[in-house]
């Protein structure tokens, strides 16, 4: 039920913490006061990484989330500030000599271009494969992998209240528009759907739709309700928001005018989930996160939750148990743990592939049935969602056993294969074919789609 203009006060009333936005980048860091408390070599550490990686973080994060008292090993302080570790050595090094010497914004900046183009910026094949064709020119702003679900990329939605230190979108975020998806076209993204009745799925993504005011939310959703759209089943949001700024559904201007959208789509015969972005039990912790989540129920919209596992930040089977747990309890369905993809500051973040199961498989016997609804350890990889289902001892070899859960091509959906054990890998193109086979299934395939691509960019 939503809430009438004279019960709205009241509500906002209730939550006396931090209710005005305010963000801080790499140029504030000197004005967050709980970071006087770290030394002043720790303090030049996060200045150096925050050259090259991007850095965003507000007040909401820093009075509520984190635990000063525990830093740097403070998950939710891993998660939002710089930490030394997230460039490789000698990229760190590199940087802090322009710093020491007080070099000029714009060499500091030529360096971190080149030590961002060492980092992988898109995995997976994103620009490459991912970006559909309208009339034979590329949709920007929009990537088609699988065949029901188109992401959107709005242009007003390619930021997020705080970044995450891991995301593997960082390059959105870094300013320059060739690495970045951003569509600025709305009549595109409906008229590609239209032609294209297989579709049944839109995710709104970014950086975060959740930053948009709704009525530029409302500008891509509404047209969704008319006949020709019948065939888009489901609407799926992508935010973090939750975590990083609870407000927008609470105490935020169009807060009630959001949670009304949501409403109206949703009475309006669409499936509407949110796809949040939890990775710690402590982000649900807050009273504002509580009652930003009760409010979304209220409108019918359906919550769903799923994160990497991190190095640093929830590598441990009793936070994954806890997390699910506490995200049942409040109404939200586990969704996806996925490994940390091989981008940005991979080497810092990853965990060993035999590790991830361990912990995803020791979470599960903690958790009764309805928490043990998220799939994983999920890797979304170039040909597709490839998940660890196990590792077992076959024909007298120790292997991983794989299937794919989404596939380039669906045919590859729910095909189990086998990989040799491999205790030091970390991502699917460090694993090779178990029982003497060249190639796994699906590779013949891929490079095929790979080379298509190439010539259709020549």
Same mark, same amino acid.
């Given at each position: 039920m939503m809430l009438t203009q004279s019960q709205i006060t009241p509500v906002r009333d209730r939550f006396t913490g931090v209710t005005r936005f305010r963000v801080y980048t790499d140029r504030h860091l000197d004005q967050i006061e709980p970071l006087l408390r770290l030394t002043p070599e720790q303090r030049f550490d996060m200045q150096v990484v925050a050259s090259v990686l991007p850095f965003r973080v507000n007040q909401y994060v820093i009075d509520e989330l984190i635990d000063w008292g525990a830093i740097p090993t403070d998950p939710i302080f891993q998660l939002t500030f710089p930490q030394r570790g997230m460039l490789a050595e000698d990229q760190f090094q590199r940087m802090a000599s322009l710093h020491r010497r007080g070099a000029e914004r714009a060499e500091i900046e030529r360096l971190a271009w080149q030590i961002r183009d060492e980092l992988n910026p898109h995995p997976a094949g994103q620009m490459q494969l991912n970006v559909p064709r309208l009339d034979g020119r590329p949709l920007q702003g929009i990537q088609h992998k699988y065949d029901q679900t188109v992401l959107f990329f709005p242009t007003q939605g390619q930021t997020c209240h705080s970044y995450c230190t891991f995301c593997f979108r960082w390059a959105q975020f870094v300013g320059d528009k060739d690495l970045r998806f951003a569509a600025s076209e709305v009549a595109d993204l409906h008229r590609y759907l239209r032609q294209n009745p297989q579709v049944t799925d839109l995710l709104m993504t970014g950086g975060d739709p959740m #930053?948009?005011?709704?009525?530029?939310? +409302?500008?891509?959703?509404?047209?969704?309700?008319?006949?020709?759209?019948?065939?888009?089943?489901?609407?799926?949001?992508?935010?973090?928001?939750?975590?990083?700024?609870?407000?927008?559904? #609470?105490?935020?201007?169009?807060?009630? +005018?959001?949670?009304?959208?949501?409403?109206?789509l949703n009475r309006q015969g669409k499936h509407v989930a949110l796809m949040l972005h939890f990775n710690h039990w402590r982000e649900l912790d807050t009273p504002i996160c509580e009652e930003a989540i009760r409010r979304i129920r209220d409108t019918g919209a359906i919550l769903r939750s799923q994160s990497p596992l991190i190095a640093h930040i929830n590598d441990d089977a009793e936070v994954w148990a806890n997390l699910w747990q506490r995200q049942v309890s409040l109404g939200i369905q586990p969704y996806y743990m996925f490994v940390e993809r091989d981008t940005g500051s991979k080497h810092y973040f990853e965990v060993p592939l035999e590790r991830a199961w361990n912990i995803y498989r020791d979470a599960k016997q903690q958790v009764s049935g309805l928490a043990r609804t998220a799939r994983g350890p999920s890797m979304s990889a170039g040909p597709g969602k490839v998940e660890i289902q196990g590792i077992a001892e076959v024909q007298g070899e120790q292997v991983f056993v794989l299937r794919f859960i989404q596939g380039r091509n669906s045919d590859w959906v729910q095909q189990p294969f086998f990989a040799r054990f491999d205790p030091q890998a970390?991502?699917?193109?460090?694993l090779r074919p178990a029982f003497g086979e060249q190639a796994f299934f699906f590779e013949a395939e891929y490079a095929k789609m790979e080379q298509v691509a190439m010539d259709a960019e020549e």
């Open positions: #930053v948009m005011k709704t009525k530029y939310l +409302a500008s891509y959703l509404e047209p969704l309700l008319g006949p020709e759209f019948d065939h888009i089943v489901n609407i799926r949001i992508g935010t973090k928001a939750l975590t990083f700024w609870p407000q927008r559904f #609470v105490t935020d201007p169009d807060a009630d +005018a959001l949670l009304a959208l949501l409403e109206r970390t991502w699917l193109d460090q």
